[in-house]
């Protein structure tokens, strides 16, 4: 039976586009919140995603993706060409992009009213759809909680300052927020992303998440930080690495009773060996994608089998 979660992410498809050497390109389908609302029908959670996708042959290899894993996917109706993004990964299978992608999201009803809303990257900070994406956070957010991801894309993110404003916007509507070091170097640099993430927590969120790749990650709660390593893995290139601890995150919290209305009080009082539970979740599920190639986030026997490596 899928668990009956009401999950909804908000946010862009992207056509990765996968360039190596002395090879054919290679088309997968991608887009952070994409991925993410992939890893959690994977996991077993009834999730809708609320995008936009051209009809062209990108878009229904994705959308072939994503409702062949049980994702409900919703769109505007826009016609415009779905987006793609070129990646090239170097000698450590690390991802560069290059992006060819318009977001301009219209408003859309939903017959029923989610648990959570999951938001992140381009499509919440890039004009005219990101407006519709906080719209939607602020209206639906008194039922349900929220969580966000900034997933950094430094050419597509702008004017700086701009940017800053847009992502700090973002935390302050949410319960819980993710970013890498890497998301949080770029937007505040030289600055130690533990504090920096102290200063997310004060502005709202009840738990703010640090991915710290290779050194594990870094939760900040109101008594303290909790920290866990990275499991053991041969990388095979870090495609969808961040989207996979963040759905491996939401299902963490879905099992904790720490989603929706009624989970948000009882987030805001988590305990770290909760918290710490929750991360080597995600922990978890970030290895097994970064083990084989492309965004490709583990089922639940497969998780389940990670967190055993782990010593869960």
């Not at 229904?60 to 769109?75: C, K, N, Q």
């Not at 920096?196 to 870094?218: F, I």
Request: glycine share 12%.
């Amino acid at each position: 039976m899928r668990d009956r979660n009401d999950l909804l992410v908000i946010g862009e498809c992207v056509a990765d586009i996968v360039r190596l050497p002395d090879a054919a390109d290679q088309v997968h389908p991608g887009g952070s919140p994409a991925n993410v609302a992939y890893g959690l029908a994977r996991l077993g959670h009834d999730v809708t995603l609320l995008t936009q996708l051209g009809p062209d042959a990108h878009g229904r290899r994705i959308r072939d993706h994503l409702t062949g894993a049980g994702v409900e996917v919703r769109t505007d109706g826009a016609t415009g060409p779905t987006p793609s993004a070129a990646v090239t990964l170097d000698g450590a299978g690390r991802a560069a992009y290059t992006f060819e992608i318009t977001w301009t999201l219209g408003p859309v009803s939903l017959e029923r009213l989610p648990r959570h809303v999951h938001i992140g990257s381009i499509a919440a900070v890039m004009e005219p759809g990101a407006s519709a994406v906080v719209a939607a956070v602020e209206s639906l957010r008194t039922a349900a909680t929220v969580s966000y991801d900034p997933n950094v894309r430094p050419e597509l993110m702008g004017d700086h300052e701009t940017a800053v404003r847009e992502v700090e916007r973002c935390v302050a509507l949410s319960d819980v927020v993710k970013g890498s070091d890497e998301d949080l170097e770029w937007l505040y640099p030289g600055q130690e992303p533990g504090r920096v993430a102290e200063r997310w927590l004060a502005a709202g969120p009840a738990v703010v998440l640090v991915t710290r790749g290779g050194d594990g990650a870094l939760a900040v709660l109101p008594d303290g930080r909790v920290s866990v390593g990275a499991p053991p893995v041969d990388v095979a290139d870090t495609v969808g690495a961040g989207d996979a601890f963040m759905s491996g995150t939401l299902h963490a919290l879905a099992a904790h009773g720490l989603l929706g209305a009624e989970g948000r009080e009882r987030l805001r009082s988590v305990d770290r060996a909760t918290v710490t539970d929750i991360l080597r979740h995600a922990a978890a599920s970030a290895a097994v994608t970064v083990a084989r190639a492309g965004a490709n986030p583990p089922d639940g026997p497969e998780l389940a089998v990670a967190l055993g490596r782990t010593g869960r």
